[in-house]
């Protein structure tokens, strides 16, 4: 399985932390997020933290590995950031 860009495979989780301008900037990225989530029935760990970082986490915990669905959403996830 290709690790999507700008992504790491972190305790068997596709990880990936953003850094925005501000802690308002942080949280429209989020619900940016939201909808994508919410369309695939995939939701990701999400972190906000430092004020204006977000940490995303994925991995499919039916199957309790990452998955081709993990890594669409990370890809869908880029294409917001």
Same mark, same amino acid.
């Given at each position: 399985?290709?690790?999507?860009?700008?992504?790491?495979?972190?305790?068997?989780?596709?990880?990936?932390?953003?850094?925005?301008?501000?802690? !308002?900037?942080? $949280?429209?990225? !989020?619900?940016?997020? $939201?909808?994508?989530?919410?369309?695939?029935? /995939? /939701?990701?760990?999400?972190?906000?933290?430092?004020?204006?970082? $977000?940490?995303?986490?994925?991995?499919? /915990?039916? !199957?309790?590995?990452?998955? %081709?669905? %993990? $890594?669409?959403?990370?890809?869908?996830?880029?294409?917001?950031?």
């Amino acid at each position: 399985m290709k690790t999507p860009e700008n992504w790491i495979i972190e305790n068997d989780q596709l990880t990936r932390t953003f850094e925005l301008k501000n802690f !308002v900037e942080a $949280v429209e990225f !989020v619900k940016k997020i $939201v909808p994508i989530a919410e369309e695939a029935q /995939h /939701h990701p760990d999400i972190e906000i933290f430092s004020y204006k970082k $977000v940490k995303i986490k994925l991995m499919s /915990h039916d !199957v309790g590995e990452i998955t %081709d669905r %993990d $890594v669409n959403m990370a890809e869908k996830i880029n294409q917001i950031a």
